[in-house]
């Protein structure tokens, strides 16, 4: 369960962030600057609100009022870039490995295999990223991004740069993943078709304002606590 309320003072207008999602997928839709991608850094902790609170299964990872600021390797959280951020020297295998972080690498081979396996680009072990398509790209930062094991995945305009029979095929992939896993997925997208798609819940951004279009199906939590 990902529960967070929060207020972040930028440039051009007051970003208002207040979400609540179980294990399915929320969309968050809008045109380019109104906030999509900040409240996914707000929530990974590579930007910090003005006030409010993060909580992520229950465990505060932000609080204002309580000085808690969790650093972003700490709150065990998945992150898909736009650009998918692999890196050109490794090759597949070693950009998923990269995942594991501070873990030890030396007994992984074989759920990396797996992970691989299971997106369908155990093939490509062996090649770099220079080598293979946008879409298995997309699958490889995905594998990287779950070998983590992370309790929240958020997704920046993850198929933006593919084409549109690719793109079909890995919004289902998301779909299923998401299902698997049953973990919050946070995801950007300027595309309302998409979000209707991959949404359980969707949310509409317009200047760091956020309206509901799509409500949640999962039974309702309380969010706590609230801003200071």
């Known amino acids: 369960m990902l ?22 997928i929320l969309v968050l839709v809008g045109p ?11 929530l990974a902790g590579l930007l910090t609100p003005s006030v409010g609170t993060i909580l992520i299964n229950g465990r505060t990872v932000y609080s204002s009022a309580d000085k808690i600021n969790l650093p972003a390797r700490k709150r065990r959280v998945g992150y898909v870039f736009q ?8 090759t597949v295998e070693k950009n998923v490995l990269y995942g594991l972080g501070n873990k030890k690498k030396r007994n992984y081979s074989f759920q990396v295999d797996e992970m ?17 398509s946008g879409g298995e790209k997309q699958r490889v930062a995905l594998a990287r991004a779950l070998m983590a094991e992370p309790e929240i995945m958020l ?3 993850p198929l933006s740069a593919l084409d549109p029979e690719i793109r079909s095929e890995l919004q289902q992939e998301l779909k299923k993943i998401q299902k698997q896993w049953k973990i919050p997925f946070v995801l950007v997208t300027h595309d309302p078709r998409e979000a209707e798609i991959l949404g359980d819940q969707i949310i509409k951004i317009d200047r760091g304002r956020l309206t509901a279009l799509k409500e949640s199906s999962q039974p309702e939590k309380q969010v706590q606590p609230s801003l200071a």
């Not at 930028?10 to 609540?20: I, N, S, V, Y």
């Not at 380019?32 to 707000?42: D, V």
């Not at 691989?116 to 080598?131: C, S, V």
């Open 32 to 42: 380019s600057g109104a906030g999509k991608t900040t409240i996914l850094k707000c």
């Open 116 to 132: 691989l396996e299971m997106l369908g680009i155990l093939h490509l072990k062996n090649r770099f990223p220079a080598h293979i």
């Open 83 to 90: 650009e998918y951020a692999l890196f050109p020297h490794m």
């Open 155 to 157: 997704l920046d305009e």
């Open 3 to 24: 529960q967070a309320d929060f207020k972040l003072k930028l440039r051009h207008f007051e970003l208002q962030a207040k979400l609540q999602v179980a294990e399915e």
